[in-house]
């Protein structure tokens, strides 16, 4: 792609320490002469910086062996060593997600993919395939996986245990299927055999019995996932290079990974020293048992190289509107006998709150109802009257960056506490996409329209935007388009089949959208001036695409392909292509 290119390879660790020992005695200009010749650069037709520091635009990255920019230029004149050649691509800071699942998007790569699926024959029918490629799984040690039904495909009735056993290829196997919100699973009548009778009451979960048994929600997954044969490491290793792969093909160089048990913390940890480990991770630790204390397990990690950084904590307070789970402020429109259901109660909310960030972690707390956003920012602002009792709470809230994963339905009361004290909302763009075809009928217009989904009016609050994979694609690409058009990425349509945007004043610009999956992240994750822009000592983290952004029609960005992706100074991903030659 970038034919300009000057790179020498250090031989041995013999000749690092040489460099490294001429660099402190040799004169200055000298030593900046050999830092150059030990150096590479990468030329495109454009770079687009999105920094304060340095020009909005450029041709030219230069980065050290550590992975570090230390220089953006356009003027090949000042350095003659670089030869001048045709160049390919524009290149754009790495993209982050700023809420995804590593380790369940890498099993969503090896499990049945049930995303719009039409009916239930559908269902069973590509279990049925899956099963046929895979006989190995479905039984007691191997369940077999799948995420992404939805029951508006079965008449908006739930799927029962029953329907699973109606297939002679499925009948008798072990399986658990993800709602598309992964707020539920749907069980074989094999899974429920190995529960007890009767089932134990289940705070904050849902059983679901009607039209029959087979379904749980929220808290009352915990009752299914006692019996689930964990993955084995070797198989968590597999999931993740696999997720990493895909990602980079994404043009994915960061993710915010939005729960992490501390043992998988450990993984990490151990796989980050393989080459492999191609992903920069955020990672938010959530307890094995979630929404309690767990300092006994838990622990921070910081890496010089920013490939892991742990020093957040992921707390629950509601489940999922699609199922009906989001805590709410008044009932649900078309489910007038209930509000939702929180996870954990205000009280326990605060004080796990107060608890972890006064052990020095980020909270990050995952609000989908106006319910659970109120106590959720409830709960922050009492820690920070904690953390700093002598400060205002918007200064208390700058040093420590707590967050609201999803932010989805927010009272106009609470919006204007969020500006107030700077609380950080993460956001997913296409949840909006995806969830208009049955929000409002479950809100309400006026609710909808005052607190549903808000992305513009986010904007004073610098929000973080994200995908949710493996609950949606992963594809930033269609994250942007659903930001600046509110149309469906998979369609291009509206929520009326058209091309008007769902509640249009929401979309952002691309400018906007494009830096909430960028300097959004950076900034939450405490990485300003390292990720999120191409910077004099940021990270050497880009993507190299076809045509520039902002020459693209609009629809364009749902099919927009990367070229090549770099992390840390080092390509980890390349498409091929005939027309350069490879």
Aim: glycine fraction near 8%; aromatic fraction near 10%; charge should be negative.
């Amino acid at each position: 792609m970038a034919i300009l290119s000057t790179q020498t390879l250090i031989a041995s660790s013999t000749a690092v320490i040489a460099i490294a020992v001429a660099l402190s005695v040799l004169p200055g200009w000298f030593s900046a002469k050999l830092l150059w010749f030990y150096s590479e650069t990468r030329c495109y037709v454009s770079v687009t910086t999105l920094s304060a520091l340095n020009n909005a635009t450029a041709e030219c990255i230069t980065f050290n062996p550590a992975g570090i920019v230390t220089a953006v230029f356009d003027d090949l004149i000042s350095y003659p060593i670089y030869k001048a050649g045709t160049r390919y691509g524009y290149a754009y800071p790495g993209l982050w997600d700023g809420h995804g699942h590593l380790l369940q998007y890498g099993e969503m790569l090896q499990s049945v993919n049930l995303f719009g699926s039409q009916s239930m024959d559908d269902v069973l029918g590509k279990i049925s395939l899956y099963l046929d490629q895979n006989p190995q799984v479905g039984t007691s040690t191997e369940w077999l996986r799948g995420i992404g039904w939805d029951q508006a495909a079965f008449g908006g009735k739930m799927p029962t245990s029953s329907e699973l056993e109606d297939d002679d290829s499925i009948k008798g196997k072990y399986i658990m299927l993800d709602r598309v919100d992964v707020h539920c699973v749907w069980v074989s009548q094999a899974v429920l055999n190995l529960l007890p009778d009767p089932l134990p009451e289940t705070p904050g979960g849902e059983v679901i019995t009607t039209p029959g048994p087979g379904v749980f929600c929220d808290n009352a997954m915990d009752l299914v996932l006692k019996y689930f044969p964990k993955p084995s490491k070797v198989q968590k290793t597999k999931y993740i290079k696999n997720a990493m792969k895909d990602l980079n093909s994404l043009g994915i160089v960061g993710i915010h990974d939005a729960g992490v048990a501390p043992a998988d913390i450990k993984l990490y940890e151990e796989l980050v020293e393989d080459k492999d480990w191609s992903v920069r991770v955020y990672a938010m630790l959530e307890c094995e048992k979630r929404n309690t204390v767990c300092f006994d397990d838990a622990f921070k990690v910081t890496r010089d190289d920013g490939l892991l950084d742990v020093r957040s904590v992921k707390l629950f307070a509601d489940g999922a509107l699609g199922s009906w789970g989001s805590a709410m402020i008044t009932p649900y429109t078309d489910h007038t006998n209930s509000s939702g259901s929180l996870l954990v109660n205000a009280s326990t909310l605060t004080d796990l709150t107060t608890a972890w960030a006064t052990a020095g972690y980020q909270i990050n707390i995952h609000a989908i109802g106006d319910l659970a956003n109120r106590l959720a920012i409830d709960a922050m602002s009492a820690a920070f009257d904690v953390l700093c009792p002598d400060a205002p709470r918007h200064d208390c809230q700058a040093l420590h960056r707590f967050r609201i994963e999803h932010a989805q339905i927010i009272h106009p009361d609470d919006q204007k506490r969020m500006f107030e004290l700077g609380i950080i909302p993460s956001i997913q763009p296409t949840h909006a996409t995806s969830d208009m075809v049955y929000a409002e009928t479950r809100l309400g217009p006026q609710r909808t329209e005052e607190e549903a989904y808000r992305m513009r009016s986010l904007l004073p609050v610098n929000p973080v935007l994200g995908s949710d994979f493996p609950v949606e694609p992963a594809n930033i690409f269609q994250g942007i388009f659903a930001a600046v058009t509110r149309r469906s990425p998979h369609t291009g349509l509206g929520a009326d089949g058209g091309e008007k945007g769902w509640y249009a004043d929401e979309t952002l610009t691309l400018e906007d959208a494009l830096k909430g999956f960028t300097l959004g992240p950076a900034n939450a994750a405490f990485l300003e001036g390292k990720a999120g822009a191409i910077e004099v000592g940021g990270f050497a983290d880009w993507i190299v695409l076809d045509e520039p952004l902002d020459e693209m029609d609009i629809d364009e960005l749902r099919s927009v392909k990367v070229r090549e992706t770099w992390v840390g100074g080092k390509r980890v991903y390349r498409r091929y292509d005939k027309s350069v030659g490879y």
